[in-house]
């Protein structure tokens, strides 16, 4: 989408502003912000708004935010004094002012797309608008089914809060709430809806009250086909209701984010690489390097390397190559030390091209994992959360860190967070064998034991499932089992041994140490 004002064009498919065809140097946080004010210019935007949306909740002085809407005034060529374009409302907060023409990438503005001044209300959009280059997704407005006009603020605000959070995703667009909100009260043709709005996606949900408890449903449809993708429904009592959002909030997008990857990637699957753009090339990756075998990682590395030489500034390409080139070392399927190189370079390149990206971050958290480098990988992991507060990834690799570290109790609370977060996440591989050794570093062994004879019933081909059963079951006293597991394991790996765990697995000093012992016990030399 591209946002037009005096002559400044603000391109959110390529994150850049731009005055006439001169490109205009902001700093990441400074775009989201001018972005966020763009995007709700119909309204006033608080200081907790924006903490909200452009610091993910975290924490910003007044300072902080002064001097960022300083930095955006000046990328305008507006200022305090003047405020032609942003606009200060003492103890209220701050609102862009100026006419606004939107359109979507590569075509004219629509006369019906050009903002009226900001005291008239607006009238739907009607024109229907091809969708942007990433996929698109719109939250419609919750439907109040309780009877009761006071619910209405509650699935107001859960539609708000679920158009926020999925805001903080790189992988969307997700359409403003003024645009999505001029749906509100009628009767939607979601077909009609996504062709209006310009989107592939839709999501839409009720909230029913009864008593002091509310029900709320919500379905992600593809609009191409009006297949569900994904519904459930969540369950709770109104007695804190901001806290119930900000619940339904965090597990709803949580379990967006993976099945629109999936479903972006079967899309992707039906057309040859040489036609896939960028996010194409990403997507179609994703969905097959979670599989977690050792050809649909080699197929996925290939995927995101002609993403990279392609597009060699697309930060979620760089990303991604690196988290999966770790992740491959890290299982065994690759070697660990050019990969580790490789990424790192990777990985600070993601960050360079877009320091929002939690990806980028979670990739940084990775790297310093396989360095044996804990604090520095809970700090990476936690950036990303701080960008995006319902990243289940972020918490799970973090949680695995710890679990390596020999952390077990705060290592439990990251992985069972991750795994309640996105419970269908197919990623969930990995952090269910963060559970078994965080179970095994604790000396549960029986609990580890079984946890990961679980897991590798369901992946027999991952290695790493085999590994983590094999010394728990020694640990546990259960050895004609960890002897048929580790024979198992060497039909699987056949270089596994007690010096290729010890150089290639990233467990610290005394974790490593007690893994080996297992492994000892079970008869591997």
């Known amino acids: 989408m591209q946002f037009h004002f ?36 119909d309204r006033v935007v608080s200081k907790d708004d924006l903490v909200a949306s452009v610091w993910g909740g975290g924490v910003a002085s007044d300072a902080t935010l002064t001097s960022r809407v300083y930095a955006a005034r000046k990328a305008l060529g507006d200022s305090g004094e003047q405020q032609k374009l942003i606009r200060t409302f003492p103890r209220r907060g701050v609102r862009f002012v ?33 969708p942007p280059d990433r996929p698109a997704i719109a939250v419609l407005p919750f439907v109040n089914m309780s009877g009761d006009p006071e619910q209405e603020y509650f699935s107001d605000g859960i539609s708000e809060d679920l158009i926020t959070a999925l805001s903080r995703l790189r992988w969307f667009f997700v359409i403003a709430r003024n645009s999505s909100f001029a749906y509100k009260g009628k009767a939607v043709d979601v077909k009609r809806a996504a062709r209006e709005l310009g989107v592939r996606y839709v ?27 994904w519904a459930d429904r969540y369950d709770g009592e109104l007695t804190d209701v901001f806290a119930l959002q900000d619940e339904i ?40 390097f979670w599989r977690m075998t050792p050809a649909n990682s080699e197929a996925a590395i290939d995927l995101y390397r002609e993403a990279v030489r392609r597009h060699p500034t697309y930060a979620p390409a760089h990303s991604m190559l690196a988290v999966a080139l770790l992740m491959s070392g890290f299982v065994g399927w690759t070697a660990v030390t050019a990969n580790v190189k490789e990424a790192a370079d990777l990985a600070a390149r993601a960050a360079e091209l877009d320091g929002s990206d939690p990806w980028a971050h979670l990739a940084l958290g990775q790297l310093a994992t396989m360095r ?4 520095a990988a809970e700090n990476a992991f936690k950036h990303a959360l701080d960008l995006n507060p319902n990243f289940a990834a972020a918490h799970g690799f973090l949680g695995y860190a710890l679990a390596l570290a020999g952390q077990s109790e705060r290592a439990l609370e990251h992985l069972n967070q991750a795994l309640s977060l996105s419970p269908h996440d197919p990623q969930n591989i990995v ?21 990961s004879h679980s897991v590798a019933q369901q992946r027999p081909e991952h290695f790493g499932a085999h590994r983590q059963l094999c010394a728990s079951l020694a640990q546990a006293g259960r050895m004609e089992e960890a002897r048929a597991t580790l024979e198992r394991l060497k ?3 056949p270089n596994v041994s007690l010096a290729w765990i010890n150089e290639n697995l990233p467990l610290t000093p005394d974790a490593m140490k007690h893994y080996l012992d297992g492994f000892w016990k079970a008869g591997l030399e």
């Open 203 to 229: 999501l839409e949900g009720s909230v029913r009250k009864g008593g002091n408890r509310v029900r709320i449903t919500a379905q992600l449809i593809d609009a191409a086909t009006g297949n569900h993708i």
């Open 372 to 375: 044996k480098q804990t604090d």
């Open 491 to 493: 039909q699987l790996q």
């Open 431 to 451: 952090f269910m064998i963060g559970v078994g050794q965080a179970l095994y570093q604790a000396q549960r062994y029986n609990e580890a034991a079984n946890y």
């Open 249 to 288: 909030t965090r597990k709803v997008v949580s379990a967006i984010e993976p099945r629109l990857l999936e479903a972006e990637g079967v899309r992707a699957l039906t057309r040859p690489p040489a036609d896939l753009d960028a996010w194409e090339l990403v997507a179609r990756g994703s969905s097959i």
């Open 6 to 41: 005096a002559d400044y064009v603000l391109d959110t498919n390529r994150r850049e502003l731009r005055r006439s065809s001169e490109l205009v140097a902001v700093e990441p946080q400074v775009y989201d912000l001018l972005l966020y004010l763009i995007e709700n210019r």
């Open 98 to 130: 100026g006419l606004v023409h939107t359109q979507p990438d590569g075509d004219p503005p629509a006369d019906d797309a050009i903002d009226q001044p900001p005291e008239d209300t607006q009238p739907p959009l009607h024109l229907p608008l091809p």
